[in-house]
């Protein structure tokens, strides 16, 4: 069965570069999510899309913004990269409102 | 906002005891909560869940959990650990506000089985 696919699965970036992060969802989930996990931590809820349009918005650094595109892959970009931008960024699809989230491997992002 | 809470950090066990893991949420509307487990170095895996009828819901590898509305509550349980057991598991609720609603988790509860 298709899973959600992030890419890239590792990226290292120094302090003040810029990072895109990708996400595939699962074909005909019309939801997507992004979450934020540093070392030891619970996943810290970013930004929703639904039907590609930006749902809901959680802890998200103005620095970053994300957007959902027509054939539902979304992106995360992070600019103005800080050390403690460092941790795994999750990408997840769901099918529907309050149905489960499906979550990619993700991203492990270090920043030196 | 919704929010849940995890009470326990850290659980060690030996092979074959019984585990309960709590976990409570705070919203006065209706929810759709979820256990996810995440062993080392991977991705979060739904392990259960509930939407609605029976309180009682079974999961993966031996897993249940128990949704309690009076007390805002949904442990999960497993009669027998085993040393795969070992990972971390993360609480989570979804608020029916609207689609794209943010799936809230836990601060998570390390589980450790010994052999």
């Known amino acids: 069965a298709a899973g959600v696919i992030q890419s890239p699965r590792h990226l290292i970036k120094e302090k003040r570069e810029t990072a895109t992060l990708k996400c595939y969802p699962i074909?005909?989930?019309?939801?997507v999510y992004w979450y934020q996990q540093g070392p030891g931590q619970d996943p810290q809820f970013l930004i929703s899309?639904?039907?590609?349009?930006?749902?809901d918005k959680g802890s998200i650094p103005d620095r970053f913004s994300a957007q959902q595109f027509s054939d539902y892959h979304s992106e995360l970009n992070m600019s103005s990269l800080e050390l403690g931008d460092s941790a795994l960024y999750f990408c997840?699809?769901?099918?529907?409102?309050?149905?489960?989230?499906?979550f990619g491997q993700g991203t492990r992002l270090t920043v030196v | 906002a919704q929010s849940v809470s995890q009470h326990n950090h850290h659980v060690i066990l030996s092979e074959a005891a019984s585990l309960e893991l709590g976990c409570n949420y705070s919203y006065g509307g209706t929810v759709n909560l979820f256990w996810y487990v995440q062993y080392p170095g991977q991705h979060l895996q739904l392990l259960l869940k509930?939407?609605?009828?029976?309180?009682l819901v079974k999961g993966i590898k031996g897993f249940e959990a128990e949704f309690i509305k009076s007390k805002f509550s949904f442990n999960l349980r497993k009669p027998s650990v085993q040393w795969s057991d070992t990972a971390e598991y993360f609480c989570?609720?979804?608020?029916?506000?609207?689609?794209?609603?943010?799936?809230?988790f836990g601060k998570g509860t390390t589980l450790s089985v010994s052999s």
């Open positions: 899309f639904y039907e590609k349009m930006q749902s």
């Open positions: 997840a699809s769901s099918p529907g409102q309050g149905a489960e989230a499906f």
């Open positions: 989570a609720v979804n608020a029916h506000i609207q689609a794209g609603t943010a799936l809230i």
């Open positions: 074909p005909r989930h019309d939801t």
């Open positions: 509930y939407f609605s009828g029976d309180p």
